[in-house]
């Protein structure tokens, strides 16, 4: 069996939302600059808004083909994404055994000598991930069964707050109360502030972590996401202020670069650390775990270097008797890796509630919690097949070469 053809599928279509989609949203780097800080704004991480009820939406998929007629998918990814794959690529692909996922792993890798990071990591992700898709269908098993297979039937999910509402205790408290309702015994919600925004600022930060406690009762874990939008002497004081309320974890505290940042924090709180999903590949994540920077590792399955690398990061990380929760971006390639781990090693996995109604939107199978619970599924690859009835039109795009 050989690869035919790497084909870039572009879908469109519209997402029904209750109300409006994106409620608000988080601290973010570039707020160290005032005309970056918005107070007010809400920021998108995917579709546009066509009405208050409404959002069109847009995604490439990578769809690799092979000469026997066996497919694998692999997405969604962003134009940007989408344009390395074809001219940067595909080329390494095709004539080739598909099912030889080390090897075109790494003849990728190793031919992106200015490309080992950001985007070009990300398409070498997507395309792995699409391989291990295509694995699955031609074995007519699910993606975990080859990969070691299940240790577990099921894994929690923590349900990740990203677009709600954290200014209003109000909404806080009654959104954190119905998920705690649906079935999820840990939450994760995203801070508003930073550095930046000064006396009134640090007090909402607080506040919001000490209204999902009061609100949660003790029992619940509670993660709290700085995503890199912060420095040292904050997150100390930020620590020592919230550690009564006992969070689970700190997660992102600095950018991601800043790894003698992470340290010294870590040394400094009694909260666990967590982090990484904005590195890349177990060269990345080895530069956290030799310096002592983190008690959990968040690589990201869609961004580090796709399912094969993500493997290798989790085996690293547990010599060190280190937690590995893949960030959220993907449930359908997290749940595969998630199944097949130690639950000491990896007792969570991510659902970005959100976003991943935009993710899964295309998604023939998405993959849900239930009673805040994910279930190994039962289809064979990663669930990958696109539904037509959510296509409202497509193109293949030509990014020339």
């Known amino acids: 069996m050989k690869i035919e053809k790497v084909r870039l599928r572009h879908v469109f279509g519209t997402i029904e939302t209750d109300g409006l989609f994106w409620e608000e949203r988080l601290v973010q780097p570039l707020d160290v600059y005032e005309q970056f800080r918005d107070i007010g704004g809400q920021h998108r991480f995917g579709g546009s808004a066509n009405s208050k009820n409404e959002l069109a939406h847009d995604a490439y998929f990578v769809q690799v083909e092979t000469d ?17 794959v074809e001219n940067e690529l595909t080329h390494y692909l095709i004539g080739r055994n598909p099912l030889a996922t080390e090897f075109l792993w790494d003849i990728m890798h190793r031919g992106s000598v200015h490309g080992r990071q ?12 699409a391989l291990w898709d295509l694995k699955g269908r031609y074995f007519n098993a699910p993606v975990y069964s080859l990969i070691g297979g299940p240790t577990r039937t099921e894994v929690p999910a923590y349900a990740s707050m990203l677009g709600y509402h954290v200014l209003d205790m109000g909404l806080v408290a ?23 925004s000064g006396a009134e600022g640090f007090k909402k930060n607080v506040d919001m972590v000490r209204t ?13 996401d700085c995503w890199q939008s912060m420095d040292v002497n904050y997150v100390i004081k930020l620590a020592e202020a919230i550690e009564e309320f006992h969070p689970r974890w700190l997660e992102e505290t600095a950018m991601p670069d800043r790894i003698d940042s992470y ?19 177990r060269w990345g ?7 002592e920077a983190l008690d959990i590792i968040q ?12 493997l290798k990061i989790a085996a690293l990380a547990t010599t060190f008797d280190l937690i590995t929760i893949p960030h959220g971006h993907s449930t359908n390639a997290g749940i595969h890796f998630s199944v097949t781990q130690s639950p000491i090693h990896t007792p969570y996995q991510e659902y970005l ?23 190994a599924p039962s289809g064979i690859g990663m669930t990958m097949d696109l539904d037509p009835a959510k296509i409202e039109r497509e193109e293949e795009p030509n990014f020339g070469s």
């Not at 497919?71 to 940007?80: M, T, V």
């Not at 009654?174 to 930046?196: C, I, N, S, V």
């Not at 924090?265 to 650390?273: C, F, M, Q, V, Y």
């Not at 994540?285 to 310096?291: L, P, S, T, V």
């Open 285 to 291: 994540m080895k530069q956290f775990i030799d310096d």
């Open 174 to 196: 009654e959104r954190a109360k119905e998920k705690q309702d649906e079935g999820y015994t840990a939450q994760k919600w995203f801070f508003r502030h930073g550095p930046m």
């Open 212 to 224: 999902l406690r009061e609100t949660l009762g003790d029992d619940d874990d509670i993660m709290l």
């Open 299 to 310: 690589p990201d399955i869609y961004w580090a270097g796709g399912l094969s690398e993500v």
């Open 68 to 84: 026997e007629g066996v497919i694998g998918i692999g997405g969604p990814i962003d134009k940007a994404v989408a344009f390395i």
């Open 263 to 281: 340290r010294k924090i870590r040394e400094a709180t009694n909260i666990p650390l967590s982090g990484a999903e904005h590195h890349y590949t």
């Open 118 to 129: 950001g985007n070009t990591m990300i398409a070498i992700s997507a395309i792995d991930n």
């Open 353 to 375: 509630v959100k976003w991943n109604t935009i993710h899964q939107h295309f998604l023939k199978d998405p993959v849900t919690p239930v009673k805040g619970t994910i279930h």
